[in-house]
């Protein structure tokens, strides 16, 4: 199965997530995001990546629930280190900028692959949510670094009210750092990953390896509690009947959820 294409353009590593219909996430989709930023790092021909998607309309929809529903706690955990920890490793040990390029719909832990490089350039028509809620589990490492890019409040409107929002919200709230028309989307990111790619690239590594370290803002010591949260909503009831409605594209009946 192909999840993703991967093309070196005039020293920009293209890497275009491509697995339909949604680009939903899987333990071998995320393994194969991973090995295309290691192999970008390790080539020195390379001096900026792209992040970007085939699949018209949609960037990346997030988890597969599907496959989450039929998860055993192991395998949520396992797929949690890869979104979480790995994916997280891949993009802190860059040597070279990245760009990510959203396009149509980016929702849940499509947010957290987005959100996971550099910068967001975004087409006008994009939108952005965190619907984890309304399914019964919850978008916990968006509580360790949300509140940092938005502030505490409008981080918790964004994250507990699972609401769409467009790309204007978004970089009026500094989630994204440009906004394009879709036309030109994809070659406005290039024309931005070249100009990074023109600087010297031994300065540059050295500049975005200081930024990601002052950046951090802790993020391992609050990882542990982000995948406990997450594994234990997983665990609940609510979650069993939110991503069986999901699945059915049914509406979920909260009311006896804890009875079941």
Not at 187 to 200: C, I, M, T, Y
Request: charge should be negative; aromatic fraction near 6%.
């Amino acid at each position: 199965m192909t999840y993703l294409r991967y093309e070196v353009r005039e020293r920009i590593a293209e890497i275009h997530l491509c697995h339909a219909p949604v680009n939903a996430l899987d333990a071998d989709m995320l393994d194969a995001l991973i090995d295309a930023l290691e192999r970008a790092n390790a080539d020195a021909n390379v001096r900026a990546v792209l992040l970007a998607s085939d699949i018209p309309g949609r960037f990346c929809a997030g988890l597969d629930m599907k496959k989450l529903l039929a998860s055993s706690p192991t395998q949520v955990h396992a797929l949690l280190s890869r979104l979480y920890v790995k994916l997280y490793d891949a993009q802190f040990n860059l040597t070279k900028p990245s760009v990510s390029v959203v396009s149509g719909a980016v929702r849940g832990g499509g947010m957290t692959v987005a959100i996971s490089s550099d910068m967001i350039v975004a087409a006008s028509n994009a939108t952005f949510g965190y619907p984890e809620i309304d399914v019964g589990v919850l978008p916990a490492i968006h509580y360790a670094h949300l509140p940092a890019i938005v502030g505490k409040h409008r981080a918790f409107d964004l994250l507990f009210t699972g609401r769409t929002f467009s790309a204007q919200e978004a970089h009026a709230l500094g989630l994204v750092a440009r906004v394009e028309d879709e036309a030109q989307l994809l070659e406005r990111a290039r024309q931005l990953a070249q100009s990074l790619a023109n600087k010297p690239p031994q300065v540059l590594a050295m500049g975005r390896r200081a930024f990601v370290y002052a950046n951090d803002n802790d993020y391992r010591r609050k990882l542990a509690t982000a995948v406990e949260v997450f594994c234990n909503a997983a665990a609940t009831p609510d979650a069993a009947e939110g991503l069986a409605a999901f699945v059915d594209k049914r509406a979920p009946d909260w009311t006896d959820a804890a009875d079941r």
